[in-house]
């Protein structure tokens, strides 16, 4: 009989193949730092959890210069505040430049130009300060958004990856989308009603006078 005691696998019990990985996943990311983007508390619920169950240590990034008006970020801002501290997940909060996201989107003020210059911007900051500050990875709430496109997401965050010399990890997220804001909802936790920007708050009122 083999017992690997440092994973907890008892080689007679011939554990199923995805136990297996996990185990060795948790193993090998027991001590690795990850920076996760965290776009909004109800986002963060989901992937923080995983990401704890894959053996990371995760710190979140709220780095959000898109969100309009500063009431409405700063709404979001507590929301994060008092859930992360719920689940002990240390937040950092860089400051609020809305002006960096109006530069960046440019003359492209249409989806969904628009939305990739902004998750560009997000993702290339939260790369950046991630290597800047010793972490291992860094990642994104957004990946848990059935309304933000994971193709993009993930071609901008292996991009930023390559020139910030950074590991991109990407997780499709979504199945936990449902569950967290069900829970969120519960608990009370701000979810908000558009996606951000001063256009996706325009394009939802236009959406609920035509309801
Ligand atoms: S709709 Fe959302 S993703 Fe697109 S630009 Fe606005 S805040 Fe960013």
Not at 29 to 56: S, V
Not at 64 to 70: D, G, K, M
Not at 123 to 140: H, I, V
């Amino acid at each position: 009989m083999l017992k690997l005691h440092w994973l907890k696998i008892d080689t007679r019990s011939k554990p199923c193949p995805d136990a297996f990985c996990k185990a060795i996943r948790f193993a090998t990311r027991k001590n690795m730092k990850l920076l996760l983007h965290t776009c909004c508390a109800p986002c963060l619920i989901y992937p923080a959890e995983k990401l704890k169950d894959e053996g990371f240590q995760v710190t979140g990034f709220f780095y959000n210069p898109n969100i309009y008006p500063v009431e409405e970020y700063e709404k979001r801002k507590a929301a994060v505040t008092g859930f992360s501290g719920a689940i002990s997940c240390g937040v950092i909060y860089p400051d609020y430049e809305p002006t960096q996201f109006l530069e960046a989107i440019g003359d492209k003020k249409e989806s969904p130009a628009r939305c990739r210059m902004c998750w560009k911007l997000r993702l290339k900051k939260t790369a950046a300060f991630a290597c800047a500050n010793a972490f291992d990875y860094f990642s994104t709430t957004l990946l848990v958004s059935p309304y933000q496109d994971q193709n993009i997401l993930k071609e901008l965050g292996e991009e930023a990856a390559r020139q910030e010399g950074i590991n991109f990890y990407f997780e499709d997220f979504r199945p936990g989308f449902r569950q967290a804001h069900n829970d969120a909802r519960a608990k009370g936790i701000y979810c908000q009603k558009y996606c951000g920007c001063v256009y996706s708050q325009r394009e939802q009122c236009k959406k609920s006078a035509k309801v």
